[in-house]
């Protein structure tokens, strides 16, 4: 299949691109920064998401999954909502498309990070959804995951500050974060196995969210 890729020059992207490529898919990668792939089946677009006027035809996209993103920048919005809203208006509605996957993060359902960034992943699980609806008609699906800590570059601020790093995995039911080929391997499931789950956002998070709740009663 015809997969397109955003943030393939980063942890996740790279690593979803990477997947797709092994499994024999074509993939076409769209990043702001060089490619970090080499593969005879790997072609790479620089592109800025957040400006819909940069994004060059892609015709026959059949599976897209949106990973660019940047946290606790300026442009939080206009990349993570505004930009995965331009990819998708862009690419997606065109009758070759089989699946949409944007990845939005835990902090749409707790709102724990930085402002704008928790603001722009709350927006993409609405977005999802509202996505979802439009492509039926084609018979094709949209879902959202969002990720818990996943052990990218983006988090070498607190994966490289042990003291930081031990709050993190007191707050973590499961004790660990999950890596991009995990990630990458539920970016597969949910766009070729998958086809029936439709505007849906699937947390995975190692339990931080919803496994930190105590049960408190007195003892006998
Ligand atoms: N790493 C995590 O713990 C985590 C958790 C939840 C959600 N996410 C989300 O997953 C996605 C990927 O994160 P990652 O950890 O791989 O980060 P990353 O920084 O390694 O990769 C992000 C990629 O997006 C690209 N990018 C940034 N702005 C762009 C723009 N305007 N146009 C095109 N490309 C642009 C970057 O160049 C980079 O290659 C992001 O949307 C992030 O918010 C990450």
Redo the contacts with the bound molecule.
């Keep these: 299949m015809k997969v397109l890729v955003?943030?393939?020059?980063?942890?996740?992207?790279s690593a979803a691109a990477a997947l797709f490529l092994e499994k024999g898919h074509t993939v076409t990668g769209?990043?702001?920064?060089p490619s970090v792939i080499d593969h005879p089946h790997y072609s790479h677009i620089v592109?800025?998401?957040?400006k819909s006027s940069s994004l060059p035809d892609i015709p026959g996209t059949e599976i897209l999954i949106c990973?660019?993103?940047?946290?606790d920048s300026a442009?939080d919005i206009s990349?993570?909502l505004c930009?995965t809203m331009n990819v998708v208006e862009k690419y997606a509605f065109q009758s070759s498309i089989r699946s949409v996957l944007i990845?939005?993060?835990?902090?749409a359902h707790t709102g724990s990070e930085f402002p704008a960034?928790s603001a722009s992943?709350g927006g993409l699980l609405s977005y999802t959804r509202n996505v979802a609806i439009r492509l039926a008609p084609y018979g094709a699906t949209c879902n959202s995951l969002?990720?818990?800590?996943?052990t990218?570059?983006?988090?070498r601020p607190v994966m490289d500050n042990p003291v930081l790093w031990k709050q993190i995995m007191d707050l973590t039911p499961l004790k660990k974060?999950m890596d991009?080929e995990e990630l990458a391997q539920w970016c597969y499931f949910m766009t070729v196995i998958n086809r029936s789950c439709s505007g849906e956002d699937i947390l995975i998070d190692n339990g931080e969210t919803h496994l930190n709740a105590r049960f408190i009663w007195p003892e006998d």
């Design positions: 955003t943030g393939s020059a980063g942890g996740i992207g769209l990043d702001i920064a592109a800025d998401i957040s990973c660019a993103g940047v946290q442009d990349v993570n930009g990845i939005a993060s835990a902090s960034y992943k969002s990720p818990g800590g996943v990218t570059a983006l988090n974060w991009a």
